[in-house]
């Protein structure tokens, strides 16, 4: 069955922290963390390969967010740290059917297969 199920959302103030997780099926080689703000159009946080190695990250989350998977629990997660007002939204996961995709797209919401439902963030100033 091919279901995806986010977690771990809420609503906390600025220069909070949360941990968003996402289990189920497909748990593929290529996951990713997306969001979308009202009124705009979802973009890409942050994605991994595999081995939990590599890692990608939009230039907005950088030093702030991290990625990680746990492939025995098949199981993602994006710890949020020093969150902003701007960071506010629907938090979806995603997975790539087929591999790998190249870095260069790897943030690109077009390549995934596979979506949840999305967990919402709301962060107050």
């Known amino acids: 069955q091919v279901q995806l199920v986010e977690s771990g959302g809420g609503s906390v103030q600025a220069g909070g922290s949360l941990r968003l997780s996402c289990s189920g099926s497909?748990?593929?080689?290529?996951m990713a963390w997306f969001r979308q703000a009202p009124g705009k159009e979802r973009e890409g946080v942050a994605a991994?390969?595999?081995?939990?190695?590599?890692?990608f990250y939009a230039d907005s989350v950088k030093g702030r967010f991290t990625i990680a998977r746990d492939n025995a629990k098949k199981t993602l997660y994006l710890d949020m740290n020093s969150l902003k007002p701007e960071d506010t939204g629907m938090y979806y996961c995603?997975?790539?059917?087929?591999?790998?995709?190249?870095?260069?797209?790897?943030?690109?919401?077009?390549?995934?297969?596979?979506w949840g439902r999305g967990t919402q963030v709301t962060v107050s100033s």
């Open positions: 995603a997975a790539f059917q087929d591999g790998r995709i190249p870095s260069w797209r790897v943030l690109n919401s077009d390549e995934y297969n596979y």
């Open positions: 991994i390969y595999n081995l939990g190695i590599t890692k």
């Open positions: 497909p748990f593929t080689y290529t």
